[in-house]
């Protein structure tokens, strides 16, 4: 069976102010109250995806009965026809931003049963970084009485050859445009237009998982093709909503059921519009000792040459230093990374934060006290892929695919329930 599944895709009644409809994800501006309350603000008065998730930073105050009232809302748009059916089709997306003028995505199904978050596990579909499990919870407790998913999963796939969303672009005439419109707060612009041969789709897809194809690009007969980008813990609830939904369900009823498939948006990695920034790392309540560790992690000798290894900085107060990391960058992020979790484990004094831009790593370590900023290089989009067939996920927080104004807003949706 393949991985891509034709389902009916929603979208806000056309009638609706689709600005004010689409809001950011979940998991941005987690911290940021000012953001989330401007969006409020924005937005009241109209029918919105505001009133149907629930961001991060509610998680610090009474999510149960904010999830009680998210899915009353869900009935009650879906009744009130606020959702209007696309039917069985793909969604081509062209998202123009200020840094990024245009990046294509596939907003699409696919099937949960070819997801998996063990490492090990053979699934096509396979998480890029580890996750925050204590996310979940009230994730899938909001999706065991919901209807309808708004999904900010983005999965990136590495097409090199055959240019599968580029070609479709090119012929965007021939295709229904669902809308264009800005999205708010910055969001920059997007367009999206009804793709409704599927099977064909999904045809081009399963070119990306031929051995041949896998043998040539990552150097293995593994199946892979989908890595999570963007909403990891999302994607996680999807998965766990479903394992216990077909405990109850027979063989026929299984493959038919809505909650199998989850709706995510598609998207090259060798898209001019995605980049692999690296996210860098701020330890407090350290002392010299873990400096000296630091340093020690990856030792070069006369026998390697310049391509085996690079540098990474360190920024402690007004002092910075370097020390050594593969040149493989998933194998550093990994090595710094397990080198932070050991050393945490024992020191309970020790805490971690993460920041996108180097210069405020740097003026950070200014300020605060005992604190350590390493830098995290940036990844190749030609590793990620092979690195996670053969090592599994990176460490949580290894790269942000863009920036957080360039993150998926929720506008799409699709029906998880038999009603």
Not at 89 to 102: A, F
Not at 135 to 164: A, F, G, T
Not at 177 to 184: I, R, V, W
Request: charged share 30%; net charge neutral; with cysteine.
């Amino acid at each position: 069976m393949s991985i891509i599944k034709s389902q009916h895709i929603y979208l806000p009644n056309k009638h609706l102010d689709f600005t004010k409809w689409a809001v950011i994800s979940c998991e941005q501006f987690a911290n940021d109250e000012e953001y989330w309350e401007t969006v409020k603000n924005y937005v009241s008065g109209s029918p919105t995806t505001y009133e149907l998730i629930l961001p991060e930073i509610s998680f610090k105050s009474d999510w149960e009965t904010k999830i009680k009232e998210i899915n009353k809302n869900i009935l009650n748009y879906y009744q009130a026809g606020m959702f209007e059916d696309a039917g069985p089709c793909i969604v081509l997306v062209n998202r123009s931003t200020k840094n990024h003028p245009k990046r294509l995505g596939l907003v699409m199904t696919v099937d949960l049963e070819k997801f998996s978050t063990i490492p090990t596990n053979q699934a096509p579909i396979k998480a890029s970084e580890g996750s925050f499990v204590d996310r979940v919870p009230p994730r899938v407790e909001m999706r065991k009485d919901s209807i309808m998913e708004l999904s900010n999963i983005v999965l990136l796939y590495d097409d090199r050859k055959i240019h599968i969303a580029n070609n479709l672009y090119e012929r965007r005439e021939e295709l229904d445009k669902l809308y264009e419109f800005n999205l708010n707060l910055d969001g920059g612009k997007v367009t999206g237009y009804r793709v409704k041969n599927v099977e064909g789709m999904t045809r081009l897809f399963d070119q990306l998982l031929t051995p041949e194809y896998l043998k040539e690009t990552f150097n293995t007969d593994n199946e892979f093709l989908f890595a999570v980008a963007d909403g990891n813990q999302s994607l996680v609830t999807a998965k766990e909503h479903w394992n216990n939904v077909k405990k109850f369900l027979n063989e026929e009823e299984q493959l038919n059921h809505p909650a199998r498939y989850v709706l995510v948006e598609a998207i090259n990695i060798h898209d001019d519009g995605v980049e692999l920034n690296p996210i860098h790392r701020i330890v407090m309540g350290v002392n010299k000792s873990f400096l000296k560790g630091l340093k020690k992690l990856f030792k070069i000798n006369k026998k390697m040459s310049e391509e085996e290894y690079t540098t990474q900085k360190i920024f402690m107060g007004d002092e910075e230093d370097t020390f050594y990391v593969p040149s493989n960058t998933p194998k550093a992020i990994k090595l710094i990374q397990d080198y932070i979790d050991k050393c945490s484990s024992k020191h309970i004094e020790m805490s971690v934060d993460y920041i996108k831009s180097e210069e405020e790593l740097k003026q950070t370590c200014k300020i605060k006290r005992n604190a350590i900023g390493i830098t995290i290089p940036k990844i190749n989009k030609n590793e990620l892929f092979e690195f996670i067939i053969k090592q599994g996920p990176l460490p949580r927080k290894s790269f942000a695919m863009c920036e957080p104004k360039e993150k998926r807003y929720y506008l799409e949706a699709h029906k998880i329930k038999l009603v």
